[in-house]
């Protein structure tokens, strides 16, 4: 299905009943790395995922692809579907999406689980910056998904560069340039009350755990997991132990 929200089509599914659970996936990947999770929990959640603008089987409109402005997304969405208060369940620039959303709409937020998540990127991360302007596009964007996993095979790593490259160059470098860049709510966490959820795996070289261990000591009563053995796509490298522990929260 596809919602007209702030000048845009963005596809969304939406199933099950209960408790509405809002997944919003990461930069380059789109909303089909949580049909693990959305499998899990459609029995007893109404459980809706979507592509962000740019991503996936949303459109993909040249212009702003700020932090905020995929917050704002997420908030039409959130308006159109007449949902009043969700749980959302954000991996890294989704993360950043839904700690935004939260900030700015605190009373819209039952729960919030955060996967792979920073306040602030690290350095390391905005070198890539620099990086893209002296290899190739696509050499790029294959080191970008290889850095998301650990141990991953060579049949997850051809999935998630097909649907990395499915992403227009312009809308990877645009969303590249704001959470590196811009992003910045080191600040701000502390003011998340919802009962939160952080999530991060052992491996993880993209937001490493000591940025998880930041913001569940910024954010009052927050639970923190590290998943043993994954990297930063913890949602497809280790889907059983994420859905035990996410499907735990949520009870």
Same mark, same amino acid.
């Given at each position: 299905?596809?919602?007209?929200?702030?000048?845009?089509?963005?596809?969304?599914?939406?199933?099950?009943?209960?408790?509405?659970?809002?997944?919003?996936?990461?930069?380059?990947?789109?909303?089909?790395?949580?049909?693990?999770?959305?499998?899990?929990?459609?029995?007893?959640?109404?459980?809706?995922?979507?592509?962000?603008?740019?991503?996936?089987?949303?459109?993909?409109?040249?212009?702003?692809?700020?932090?905020?402005?995929?917050?704002?997304?997420?908030?039409?969405?959130?308006?159109? !579907?007449?949902? #009043?208060? +969700?749980?959302?369940? %954000?991996?890294? *620039?989704?993360?950043? &999406?839904?700690?935004?959303?939260?900030?700015?709409?605190?009373?819209?937020?039952?729960?919030?689980?955060?996967?792979?998540?920073?306040?602030?990127?690290?350095?390391?991360?905005?070198?890539?910056?620099?990086?893209?302007?002296?290899?190739?596009?696509?050499?790029?964007?294959?080191?970008?998904?290889?850095?998301?996993?650990? !141990?991953?095979? #060579?049949? +997850?790593?051809?999935? %998630?560069?097909? *649907?990395?490259?499915? &992403?227009?160059?312009?809308?990877?470098?645009?969303?590249?340039?704001?959470?590196?860049?811009?992003?910045?709510?080191?600040?701000?966490?502390?003011?998340?009350?919802?009962?939160?959820?952080?999530?991060?795996?052992?491996?993880?070289?993209?937001?490493?755990?000591?940025?998880?261990?930041?913001?569940?000591?910024?954010?009052?009563?927050?639970?923190?997991? +590290?998943?043993?053995?994954?990297?930063?796509?913890?949602?497809?490298?280790?889907?059983?132990?994420?859905?035990?522990?996410?499907?735990?929260?949520?009870?």
């Amino acid at each position: 299905m596809k919602a007209e929200i702030n000048d845009i089509k963005v596809y969304y599914e939406d199933q099950g009943q209960g408790e509405p659970v809002i997944f919003i996936h990461g930069w380059l990947d789109d909303s089909s790395v949580w049909q693990p999770q959305v499998e899990a929990l459609a029995g007893g959640h109404r459980v809706i995922v979507y592509d962000h603008r740019g991503h996936g089987q949303s459109d993909k409109p040249k212009g702003s692809y700020s932090m905020k402005m995929l917050a704002n997304d997420l908030h039409a969405l959130i308006q159109k !579907l007449d949902l #009043e208060k +969700v749980t959302l369940v %954000g991996h890294s *620039m989704g993360a950043m &999406t839904a700690m935004l959303f939260t900030l700015d709409h605190p009373g819209q937020v039952a729960r919030l689980v955060l996967v792979g998540a920073a306040a602030r990127l690290p350095s390391t991360m905005r070198a890539g910056n620099l990086l893209r302007h002296i290899i190739p596009y696509r050499k790029f964007i294959e080191m970008a998904v290889k850095s998301g996993y650990h !141990l991953p095979s #060579e049949q +997850v790593l051809q999935n %998630g560069l097909k *649907m990395a490259l499915s &992403t227009p160059k312009y809308v990877a470098y645009a969303c590249y340039d704001e959470f590196t860049g811009k992003y910045d709510v080191r600040y701000r966490v502390a003011k998340i009350k919802a009962p939160t959820l952080v999530v991060v795996g052992e491996q993880d070289r993209n937001t490493p755990v000591a940025l998880s261990r930041f913001l569940s000591s910024e954010i009052s009563g927050s639970r923190l997991q +590290v998943i043993a053995g994954c990297g930063h796509e913890v949602m497809v490298e280790k889907p059983d132990e994420f859905k035990h522990v996410l499907a735990e929260f949520l009870e």
